[in-house]
C-alpha cells in the first residue's frame, strides 16, 4: 500500500542501472490481489531481458500461485523473442506438472502462452 514508494519505482527508477531491484519488485508479484502488483508488472514487462533470469528462479519454485501470475501477467506480455525462451520450460509444465502446478492451474496458464507463441513462430 505505499503509494508514494510505488510511484517513484514506476515513474523514476529504470531498473537497467537498478537490476538489484528486480527480485525485490517481483515478490510483489506473488498475489496479483495486492494492490500494487499489475503497477509493477507493467514496469517489469517493460525490462523483459533483465528480467528473464528472476523468471526461471520463480518457475523453479514450488510456489504455484506465483509461477501462474508470472505466466499469465508477465511472461505472456513479453516480446516474442524472450517469451520463447520459456518454451521447453512451459512444455514441461503441460507434460510434466508439479503438484502445485497442477493445483494452482499453472498448466492452463502455460498452455495459454505456449499456443501464443506457436502462432506468432
Do not use: C
Not at 25 to 40: H, R
Not at 83 to 110: G, M, N, Q
Amino acid at each position: 500500500m505505499d503509494y508514494e514508494r510505488l510511484e517513484i519505482i514506476i515513474l523514476k527508477i529504470d531498473l537497467q542501472e537498478k537490476p538489484d531491484l528486480i527480485p525485490h519488485l517481483l515478490v510483489w508479484t506473488q498475489d496479483v490481489n495486492w494492490p500494487v502488483a499489475f503497477p509493477i508488472l507493467e514496469k517489469l514487462v517493460a525490462y523483459p531481458s533483465e528480467i528473464i533470469p528472476h523468471i526461471n528462479q520463480i518457475l523453479n519454485t514450488n510456489d504455484g500461485i506465483w509461477k501462474d501470475n508470472v505466466i499469465r501477467y508477465l511472461l505472456k506480455e513479453l516480446p516474442l523473442e524472450y517469451k520463447s525462451t520459456f518454451k521447453d520450460e512451459l512444455e514441461r509444465i503441460v507434460k510434466k506438472p508439479t503438484r502445485d502446478e497442477i493445483e494452482d492451474e499453472v498448466v492452463e496458464a502455460a498452455i495459454e502462452v505456449l499456443e501464443e507463441i506457436n502462432k506468432e513462430q
